[in-house]
């Protein structure tokens, strides 16, 4: 046996687990339960979660309707139960300006200081704006908020993409006038083509972009709702992906496998390459992001955070 043998069998098969990483920030997103089961399930994964002091956990808003309708009772909710520093998704495509300044006026009154700045999904008739009575994009919406108070505010960037920009080029304009408008972070979609989420960092530090990029990740917790799911938000879905879920459509217990060895595996190779914030969008389940949590080497605390 060589002595580099020797040596890789001393450290035995799990020794990239010990090997230290960087230090990362973490965050989690939840969303708005819409029955009893659905907010009991909420309520187990923040339970679950909170101990892992993450820097802050957002909750989305639905789409259509009042984009502060349970989103605003979840975000108090998880400040007073959970103490954690909860953070509000606001969206400016279904609701007049007036209604979106109120709605932050709101938030800045009850102590919210952090929100997700977002356009939106249009409203069902397909029709965004017959008026101007709307903020028409995302860095409008920033644009009022910095009027309104000081906020933290943090928005959306695509590693892939939106399936609505004309080009990738036009894409990243549009992050860049979100980020001159006001916004201090960019939280990526989820994308399994990490070779993606570096170019988009890349190039954000070579436009001189400064905001932090703090990268989304999507544990699998049901592969088929996600390819659906990302046919929809023009998320890719690679080959890979696919081969690695064949035939698990009814192994839950394998599914939960694979899905924990992705997740971890993403997030390690991101941390390796310098991402310093990683946003897990949880699904209102805790399982495998606390999987990946352990597996990066973080560990929970039911000390409080300072």
Same mark, same amino acid.
């Given at each position: 046996?060589?002595? %580099?043998?020797?040596?890789?069998?001393?450290?035995?098969?799990?020794?990239?687990?010990?090997?230290?990483?960087? +230090? =990362?920030?973490?965050?989690?997103?939840?969303?708005?339960? #819409?029955?009893?089961?659905?907010?009991?399930?909420?309520? +187990? &994964?923040?339970?679950?979660?909170?101990?892992?002091?993450?820097?802050?956990?957002?909750?989305?808003?639905?789409?259509?309707?009042?984009?502060?309708?349970?989103?605003?009772?979840?975000?108090?909710?998880?400040?007073?139960?959970? %103490?954690?520093?909860?953070?509000?998704?606001?969206?400016?495509?279904?609701?007049?300006?007036?209604?979106?300044?109120?709605?932050?006026?709101?938030?800045?009154?009850?102590? =919210?200081?952090?929100?997700?700045?977002?356009?939106?999904?249009?409203? #069902?008739?397909?029709?965004?704006? /017959?008026?101007?009575?709307?903020?028409?994009?995302?860095? %409008?919406?920033?644009?009022?908020?910095?009027?309104?108070?000081?906020?933290?505010?943090?928005?959306?960037?695509?590693?892939?993409?939106?399936?609505?920009?004309?080009?990738?080029?036009? %894409?990243?304009?549009?992050? #860049?006038?979100?980020?001159?408008?006001?916004?201090?972070?960019?939280?990526?979609q989820y994308c399994f083509d990490t070779d993606a989420v570096l170019r988009l960092r890349d190039r954000m530090v070579a436009a001189?972009?400064? &905001?932090?990029?703090?990268?989304?990740?999507?544990? =699998?917790?049901?592969?088929?709702? =996600?390819?659906?799911?990302?046919?929809?938000?023009?998320?890719?879905?690679?080959?890979?992906?696919?081969?690695?879920?064949?035939?698990?459509?009814?192994?839950?217990?394998?599914?939960?496998?694979?899905?924990?060895?992705?997740?971890?595996?993403?997030?390690?190779?991101?941390?390796?390459?310098?991402?310093?914030?990683?946003?897990?969008?949880?699904?209102?389940?805790?399982?495998?992001?606390?999987?990946?949590?352990?597996?990066?080497?973080? /560990?929970?605390?039911? &000390?409080?955070?300072?």
């Amino acid at each position: 046996m060589s002595t %580099d043998a020797g040596r890789s069998h001393a450290r035995g098969p799990g020794a990239w687990l010990s090997e230290p990483l960087p +230090q =990362v920030a973490i965050s989690f997103e939840f969303f708005p339960p #819409k029955s009893a089961e659905a907010d009991a399930r909420l309520w +187990q &994964a923040v339970e679950r979660l909170a101990p892992f002091h993450p820097s802050y956990v957002s909750v989305t808003c639905g789409a259509g309707g009042n984009p502060a309708e349970g989103t605003a009772s979840l975000v108090e909710a998880l400040r007073a139960r959970a %103490d954690l520093c909860a953070v509000a998704h606001l969206t400016c495509a279904t609701a007049p300006r007036a209604t979106i300044d109120q709605i932050a006026e709101r938030y800045w009154d009850s102590g =919210v200081r952090h929100i997700v700045a977002l356009r939106g999904d249009p409203p #069902k008739d397909g029709v965004r704006d /017959r008026d101007g009575a709307h903020y028409g994009f995302a860095a %409008d919406l920033v644009a009022a908020l910095r009027r309104i108070g000081d906020f933290e505010i943090s928005v959306a960037a695509y590693p892939e993409p939106h399936p609505e920009a004309a080009s990738r080029e036009a %894409d990243f304009d549009n992050l #860049k006038r979100k980020i001159d408008a006001g916004a201090g972070r960019a939280i990526t979609q989820y994308c399994f083509d990490t070779d993606a989420v570096l170019r988009l960092r890349d190039r954000m530090v070579a436009a001189g972009v400064a &905001a932090p990029l703090s990268v989304g990740i999507l544990p =699998v917790h049901n592969f088929t709702q =996600v390819r659906r799911f990302s046919e929809r938000c023009g998320a890719g879905v690679p080959d890979w992906l696919c081969d690695l879920f064949d035939g698990l459509d009814n192994d839950p217990e394998q599914q939960a496998l694979v899905a924990a060895s992705v997740t971890a595996e993403q997030a390690r190779r991101l941390i390796v390459e310098g991402i310093e914030e990683l946003h897990f969008y949880t699904l209102n389940r805790a399982e495998l992001t606390i999987a990946a949590c352990r597996l990066l080497g973080l /560990r929970p605390s039911l &000390a409080c955070a300072a």
